[in-house]
């Protein structure tokens, strides 16, 4: 029973450009919370999704900040227009609908601007 | 009022001691608090979690002390391990819109020397 994925595991773009950071859950689960972490800090909630459904997205910032969980595919974090302040360790975590608070976390997209 | 207040931020402790890490958290609709385990290059994985209707939960080695009325818990790791070596992350969370949204404390880098 595979873990959650997440692709690609690094990831350098230049500003400007756009960064797609994939996750696909572990099996049998349908709720899918992206975490963002920066350097010597914790995790910051970004957006909650079920399939097809942004369920939550406080933590989001509201521009060039986009998600989507689509019927068939994994989750993608999208970020146009990068800038150096987006540098970090992007995370993305599942849990089943039986038992929500239970997360299980990716290994991470350690996202670079250049 | 989201915040949660972790310390310290590194702990060295010799093997076969006990580890122990402070939380502290403002917002009282918090009733769910996980801890998580981070080793580098690793996304975090669930430790432990206790809700507030009990004030001490152990697993193994592992053990939270949950104080409702100061608003504080804290994980005891007894018998440390040079294994033990990683960051740990206190979190809490509330099942308005769903316990997988977490507020994260800060981190502590814990170091067991053998």
């Known amino acids: 029973n595979a873990g959650v994925m997440q692709n690609p595991r690094h990831l350098v773009r230049r500003r400007g450009q756009e960064a797609r950071l994939r996750c696909s859950p572990m099996?049998?689960?349908?709720?899918v919370y992206w975490y963002r972490q920066l350097p010597e800090e914790g995790l910051k909630f970004m957006v909650y999704?079920?399939?097809?459904?942004?369920?939550?997205e406080s933590g989001m910032p509201k521009e060039r900040f986009s998600a989507e969980f689509p019927k068939e595919g994994p989750s993608i974090l999208r970020i146009q227009q990068v800038v150096r302040g987006d540098s970090a360790a992007y995370f993305c975590?599942?849990?089943?609908?039986?038992?929500?608070?239970?997360?299980?976390f990716g290994s991470g997209t350690q996202l670079s601007v250049l | 009022q989201q915040q949660v207040k972790q310390s310290p931020q590194s702990l060295i402790v010799q093997k076969g001691g006990i580890s122990i890490i402070n939380c502290a958290y403002e917002?009282?609709?918090?009733?769910?608090f996980p801890w998580y385990q981070q080793f580098p290059g690793k996304g975090p994985a669930l430790l432990i979690a206790?809700?507030?209707?009990?004030s001490e939960k152990k697993e193994g080695r592992f053990t939270i002390s949950f104080n409702k009325s100061a608003k504080q818990f804290s994980l005891h790791i007894m018998d440390s391990q040079p294994g033990d070596s990683a960051t740990y992350f206190c979190?809490?969370?509330?099942?308005?819109?769903?316990?997988?949204?977490?507020?994260f404390g800060q981190g502590t880098i814990l170091t067991v020397h053998p």
């Open positions: 206790i809700r507030p209707d009990v």
């Open positions: 979190a809490a969370g509330t099942g308005g819109t769903s316990y997988g949204k977490l507020t």
């Open positions: 917002n009282t609709a918090f009733d769910y």
């Open positions: 999704l079920q399939k097809e459904n942004i369920i939550d």
């Open positions: 099996k049998g689960h349908s709720h």
């Open positions: 975590a599942t849990s089943s609908q039986q038992v929500n608070e239970k997360l299980f």
